[in-house]
């Protein structure tokens, strides 16, 4: 397909979310319609839009590559999908109604009230770093893609590409925030799982099945086992590790993540959110369970027409789409390319930029938060994260060898590790003090246990960590704020 009319689609694309962007800021854009869309957003919306953005360009690309990868993955992705849903769950009925208790702009304001100020910022600034370096990766994966089979023809160099994204984002974000996102995630959701279908369509066309037919072959091809239960010390597919690491990487990438927990925040109450996360979770669950399909189809495409899986399988489904399917299913596949890594991209610069202004720039503590001066620091703040962004991607782009669907759970766990550790202790074990100025010590402490554990492992106990491996994270968080605490008094209880 010609790199120019994929080209125009992506400016056709972009023109459509810049309009959006002006009908829902051209009467507010305040502070208050940038954080929480002035805390009046529909359910329905918030849980279709919040799709896109759980999903991303990594699910639509990685996914379906890492079935046929040689290591073996296979539908084992599942495994973690199941554990996502036990996590969502726990999000919805612990972490939601805690949050709107408390009527917070900022999830980690929590902490402060719970732990104390430097436990705070400490939480805070894990959430920046953490998130900063998960949408990076996220993005890098659709400007690879773009890089290669649109902007490479014009001789354009991977940064510019990079750059022209991120300016894109800010352009229909930096006014509306929040409130133009709940739109815009709703609509790219809509082409994101139009896509899946679309492309499942479009392969089972060209290899002349229909879909019960695709479906027995998935079901008898070397692609679709679900389940593995052996080799629990040394195997990274095991049940046990897949599940307990999905859990609780979605209660600390979801539940303790200022991104999707900012849109459950900007519902009226609590009813409401928790009807959003239910719903949300359903569609989830389906949804990645067709992801799975696409990525087993492409490979029974690869072999009977004998193309040759790429090394990297990132590039096997856009390999597929943009070359061999026709124009129609090439436009699909960008469009569900384009819209799930945006929707992604756009909510955690906006989640970015709500937690410095809230958890560093005390927003929520002044009175004048939707003075011209605040709007302006809060637009020099959204600029300095599409900064970080930016130089994120590229470091990134240098050194990155694995699947990215690897990478961003990889780095989760050490990251998100310690946020579990911290909104454990304030929930679980309120009744002692923290000695707030070590927490930052140990939260630096525990990922580097993790690290340890995780090269050495193997040779010490005979056993291979994986997505679990954010639990023990929050365990050795855990048990350091309690060998460190002492028992609250009186008055520091009232």
Same mark, same amino acid.
């Not at 669907?405 to 310690?418: D, L, M």
């Given at each position: 397909?010609?790199?120019?009319?994929?080209?125009?689609?992506?400016?056709?694309?972009?023109?459509?979310?810049?309009?959006?962007?002006?009908?829902?800021?051209?009467?507010?854009?305040?502070?208050?319609?940038?954080?929480?869309?002035?805390?009046?957003?529909?359910?329905?919306?918030?849980?279709?839009?919040?799709?896109?953005?759980?999903?991303?360009?990594?699910?639509?690309?990685?996914?379906?590559?890492?079935?046929?990868?040689?290591?073996?993955?296979?539908?084992?992705?599942?495994?973690?999908?199941?554990?996502?849903?036990?996590?969502?769950?726990?999000?919805?009925?612990?972490?939601?109604?805690?949050?709107?208790?408390?009527?917070?702009?900022?999830?980690?304001?929590?902490?402060?009230?719970?732990?104390?100020?430097?436990?705070?910022?400490?939480?805070?600034?894990?959430?920046?770093?953490?998130?900063?370096?998960?949408?990076?990766?996220?993005?890098?994966?659709?400007?690879?893609?773009?890089?290669?089979?649109?902007?490479?023809?014009?001789?354009?160099?991977?940064?510019?590409?990079?750059?022209?994204?991120?300016?894109?984002?800010?352009?229909?974000? =930096?006014?509306?925030?929040?409130?133009?996102?709940?739109?815009?995630?709703?609509?790219?959701?809509?082409?994101?799982?139009?896509?899946?279908?679309?492309?499942?369509?479009?392969?089972?066309?060209?290899?002349?099945?229909?879909?019960?037919?695709?479906?027995?072959?998935?079901?008898?091809?070397?692609?679709?086992? $679900?389940?593995?239960?052996?080799?629990?010390?040394?195997?990274?597919?095991?049940?046990?590790?897949?599940?307990?690491?999905?859990?609780?990487?979605?209660?600390?990438?979801?539940?303790?993540?200022?991104?999707?927990?900012?849109?459950?925040?900007?519902?009226?109450?609590?009813?409401?959110?928790?009807?959003?996360?239910?719903?949300?979770?359903?569609?989830?669950?389906?949804?990645?369970?067709?992801?799975?399909?696409?990525?087993?189809?492409?490979?029974?495409?690869?072999?009977?027409?004998?193309?040759?899986?790429?090394?990297?399988?990132?590039?096997?489904?856009?390999?597929?789409?943009?070359?061999?399917?026709?124009?129609?299913?090439?436009?699909?596949?960008?469009?569900?390319?384009?819209?799930?890594?945006?929707?992604?991209?756009?909510?955690?610069?906006?989640?970015?930029?709500?937690?410095?202004?809230?958890? =560093?720039?005390?927003?929520?503590?002044?009175?004048?938060? +939707?003075?011209?001066?605040?709007?302006?620091?809060?637009?020099?703040?959204?600029?300095?994260?599409?900064?970080?962004?930016?130089?994120?991607?590229?470091?990134? +782009?240098?050194?990155?060898?694995?699947?990215?669907?690897?990478?961003?759970?990889?780095?989760?766990?050490?990251?998100?590790?310690?946020?579990?550790?911290?909104?454990?202790?304030? $929930?679980?074990?309120?009744?002692?003090?923290?000695?707030?100025?070590?927490?930052?010590? #140990?939260?630096?402490?525990?990922?580097?246990?993790?690290?340890?554990?995780?090269?050495?492992?193997?040779?010490?106990?005979?056993?291979?960590?994986?997505?679990?491996?954010?639990?023990?994270?929050?365990? #050795?968080?855990?048990?350091?704020?309690?060998?460190?605490?002492?028992?609250?008094?009186?008055?520091?209880?009232?």
């Amino acid at each position: 397909m010609s790199p120019g009319v994929l080209l125009s689609f992506i400016i056709g694309y972009f023109l459509v979310l810049l309009v959006i962007s002006w009908l829902t800021s051209r009467k507010s854009s305040d502070n208050d319609t940038f954080f929480v869309a002035n805390r009046n957003s529909k359910w329905y919306l918030v849980a279709f839009g919040m799709i896109g953005t759980a999903l991303s360009g990594v699910t639509f690309i990685s996914v379906p590559g890492k079935v046929g990868a040689p290591s073996g993955d296979q539908f084992e992705y599942f495994q973690f999908i199941l554990g996502n849903a036990a996590g969502f769950i726990i999000i919805a009925t612990v972490l939601l109604p805690l949050y709107y208790r408390m009527k917070l702009t900022s999830i980690y304001s929590y902490i402060e009230h719970a732990l104390g100020t430097w436990s705070y910022k400490t939480a805070a600034g894990i959430f920046l770093i953490s998130r900063i370096i998960g949408s990076a990766f996220r993005l890098y994966l659709v400007v690879i893609v773009l890089q290669r089979f649109i902007f490479d023809s014009y001789g354009i160099p991977f940064a510019v590409t990079v750059l022209i994204c991120l300016l894109l984002i800010w352009a229909y974000t =930096f006014r509306g925030g929040l409130k133009t996102i709940i739109i815009t995630d709703s609509l790219q959701t809509l082409f994101l799982v139009s896509s899946v279908f679309l492309s499942i369509f479009f392969i089972c066309r060209s290899m002349h099945m229909n879909v019960f037919e695709a479906a027995d072959a998935i079901k008898n091809s070397s692609y679709s086992k $679900i389940f593995f239960f052996n080799n629990f010390m040394t195997s990274h597919f095991h049940i046990t590790k897949q599940f307990i690491g999905g859990l609780f990487i979605t209660v600390g990438m979801t539940g303790l993540d200022q991104d999707l927990m900012q849109k459950n925040l900007s519902l009226s109450n609590i009813r409401e959110a928790q009807k959003n996360m239910f719903s949300f979770t359903a569609v989830f669950v389906v949804i990645n369970i067709f992801f799975l399909s696409v990525g087993a189809l492409l490979y029974l495409y690869a072999t009977k027409n004998g193309i040759t899986v790429p090394v990297k399988t990132d590039y096997l489904y856009p390999t597929i789409a943009l070359k061999y399917l026709g124009i129609v299913p090439a436009i699909v596949f960008m469009l569900g390319l384009t819209a799930a890594t945006f929707a992604t991209t756009d909510s955690a610069l906006t989640a970015l930029t709500t937690s410095f202004c809230v958890d =560093f720039l005390n927003f929520n503590k002044g009175k004048d938060v +939707n003075s011209k001066k605040m709007v302006n620091v809060r637009h020099y703040v959204h600029i300095a994260f599409s900064g970080a962004m930016f130089l994120t991607i590229i470091v990134f +782009n240098a050194i990155n060898n694995d699947a990215v669907v690897s990478a961003i759970f990889k780095v989760a766990s050490y990251t998100y590790g310690p946020l579990l550790g911290l909104y454990s202790f304030g $929930i679980f074990w309120g009744g002692r003090q923290v000695r707030d100025k070590l927490v930052p010590f #140990i939260c630096v402490i525990s990922p580097a246990i993790c690290f340890y554990l995780s090269t050495h492992s193997a040779q010490l106990f005979g056993y291979t960590f994986d997505n679990e491996l954010i639990l023990v994270n929050g365990l #050795i968080t855990f048990a350091g704020l309690l060998l460190t605490s002492t028992t609250k008094t009186k008055a520091a209880i009232a």
